[in-house]
């Protein structure tokens, strides 16, 4: 903010440099709820791959949020719309296991009827 106008794209490149740190000091929080998810996992007889997609499909939304906030600071708000957008696409995909494991029951339940 102090950069402001006399060095713009010093600004961005400083911006976006504290936002990765912001990001890698995030980590070390995230690691005991990692832990805990593995827990869970592991007493619960959970799928390992569901874990995974569910640990990736958080890890996809809050790293789309935060290049959409960059985005958004530096004056590109439909680059920020956009990658929001693309992070969902992703999400979507990434979820289509999650989806596929719903059918069978679905079809069980109909075809009773």
């Known amino acids: 903010l102090t950069l402001g106008n006399r060095g713009k794209d010093h600004s961005m490149v400083l911006m976006i440099s504290v936002c990765c740190m912001g990001s890698l000091a995030a980590l070390a929080y995230l690691r005991p ?23 990736k499909v958080t890890g996809i939304g809050l790293i789309c949020e935060i ?6 600071d530096s004056g590109c708000s439909s680059l920020g719309k956009t990658v ?30």
């Open 33 to 55: 709820v990692i832990d805990f998810v593995k827990q869970l996992e592991e007493v619960g007889g959970l799928d390992h791959k569901l874990v995974r997609i569910l640990l």
């Open 84 to 113: 929001k957008i693309l992070g969902a696409a992703v999400i979507l995909w990434l979820s289509l296991p999650l989806y596929a494991m719903l059918v069978d029951p679905l079809k069980g339940i109909l075809g009773g009827l």
């Open 67 to 72: 290049g959409a906030l960059v985005c958004n």
